[in-house]
């Protein structure tokens, strides 16, 4: 055996053990009875805007501009802060946690797969499970939005600038379930309930419209919002006053920044399952 050989045999190990380990944990994050809710937050905005197309047609006093700047407004308000969020709570959190709460992540540490593998299997599985439904969602809702405006939203998707901002839609959102499924991974190793954590995430994420320009890059949402096709929008109500504008990273900057972060907090996150002990006392 050379010696080439002896150095890819670990790989090749841990290529089967990641694929073996990603079967048994997309079943339990696609079909688990636990992910019902989920489920709504990535239908109901679909429900809506077919709703919206149903019933609207070039009868309700809009335009398709119109339509556009509102769905605009709803990626960043609900898909961003809320949907994708909490989504990702729900998926990312409970990789470990689910298995202590149903006594079986024994049989995970009982067999000889490495932690480290161990944890990006699950943290692979969650992201695959969470772009399925989240981008799904996001690219269901744009269609549906426009569709009742027919062969003219077509001229739009295929001939214009449509399909170029869809893309773009979906990229973040697909980014966003990379950035937040890292940080909520993290919660559900370190902490037995990580929902205090997520709180404290929560109100940082949703408070970046009103911190000065420095601390806003300090959150995921600040890179997210650079890169959607349409720019940041303006914050409303009675605080409105008090938001301050940053000029936004640049796609080639944000894009790389959020996947070598993300990439960080997963290896941290896997170096501390290493020290994961099992405990069914919860």
């Known amino acids: 055996?050379?010696?080439?050989?002896?150095?890819?045999?670990?790989?090749?190990?841990?290529?089967?053990?990641?694929?073996?380990?990603?079967?048994?944990?997309?079943?339990?994050?696609?079909?688990?009875?636990?992910?019902?809710?989920?489920?709504?937050?990535?239908?109901?905005?679909?429900?809506?805007?077919?709703?919206?197309?149903?019933?609207?047609?070039?009868r309700g006093g809009h335009t398709m501009g119109d339509d556009n700047m509102i769905f605009a407004a709803t990626f960043q308000v609900y898909f961003l802060r809320l949907g994708i969020f909490f989504g990702c709570l729900g998926i990312f959190s409970n990789l470990f946690r689910a298995e202590v709460l149903e006594h079986t992540l024994h049989y995970y540490f009982m067999s000889p797969v490495r932690r480290e593998v161990l944890a990006v299997?699950?943290?692979?599985?969650?992201?695959?499970?969470?772009?399925?439904?989240?981008?799904g969602s996001v690219v269901l809702s744009y269609l549906f939005?426009?569709?009742?405006?027919?062969?003219?939203?077509?001229?739009?998707?295929?001939?214009?600038?449509g399909l170029h901002q869809l893309g773009w839609y979906a990229l973040t959102a697909a980014l966003a379930c990379v950035g937040y499924g890292s940080v909520f991974m993290l919660t559900g190793v370190l902490y037995r309930n990580p929902m205090i954590p997520a709180a404290v995430v929560f109100v940082w994420e949703n408070l970046?419209?009103?911190?000065?320009?420095?601390?806003?890059?300090?959150?995921?949402i600040f890179y997210l919002k650079s890169i959607c096709p349409v720019g940041?929008?303006?914050?409303?109500?009675?605080?409105?006053?008090?938001?301050?504008?940053?000029?936004?990273?640049?796609?080639?900057?944000?894009?790389?920044?959020?996947?070598?972060v993300s990439a960080l907090v997963l290896a941290y996150a896997a170096i501390k399952a290493r020290k994961l002990e099992v405990s069914y006392s919860e």
């Open 145 to 161: 939005m426009s569709a009742h405006w027919g062969p003219v939203f077509q001229q739009y998707l295929f001939h214009g600038p």
């Open 208 to 220: 970046n419209p009103f911190l000065p320009s420095l601390l806003k890059k300090f959150s995921i």
């Open 1 to 58: 055996m050379t010696w080439s050989q002896i150095a890819t045999q670990p790989w090749m190990l841990w290529r089967r053990q990641v694929a073996a380990i990603l079967r048994l944990e997309l079943k339990k994050s696609l079909f688990s009875k636990r992910a019902w809710w989920i489920y709504i937050l990535t239908l109901g905005p679909v429900a809506i805007t077919g709703l919206h197309s149903l019933f609207s047609g070039d």
């Open 121 to 135: 299997s699950k943290y692979l599985a969650g992201l695959i499970a969470a772009i399925v439904y989240f981008v």
């Open 232 to 260: 940041e929008i303006p914050a409303d109500g009675p605080l409105a006053f008090l938001a301050s504008m940053t000029e936004p990273t640049p796609a080639w900057l944000a894009i790389p920044g959020l996947l070598v």
